[in-house]
């Protein structure tokens, strides 16, 4: 398994983004990883998913891989 560190933002309701770095296996894992992120993202299934929950909930979430 290869582990990547990437840098998450997460932004609920119009706050400000709290933004972590995150050492994960994939772009699921990691934005799971973040603090900010409840149980309403439990067994995510890819980026549709995602954005539908994200809309339903009100959060901005946006990630990228930096380098270690």
Do not use: T
């Not at 309701?13 to 439990?42: N, T, W, Y």
Request: proline letters at 1%; one cysteine or more.
């Amino acid at each position: 398994m290869s582990y990547k560190h990437f840098l998450v933002s997460v932004s609920i309701d119009g706050d400000a983004p709290k933004v972590e770095r995150v050492f994960a296996d994939s772009v699921q894992s990691a934005i799971l990883a973040h603090s900010s992120v409840g149980a309403e993202f439990e067994d995510l299934k890819g980026a549709f998913d995602l954005e539908e929950r994200c809309q339903e909930f009100g959060y901005i979430i946006d990630w990228r891989i930096v380098n270690a």
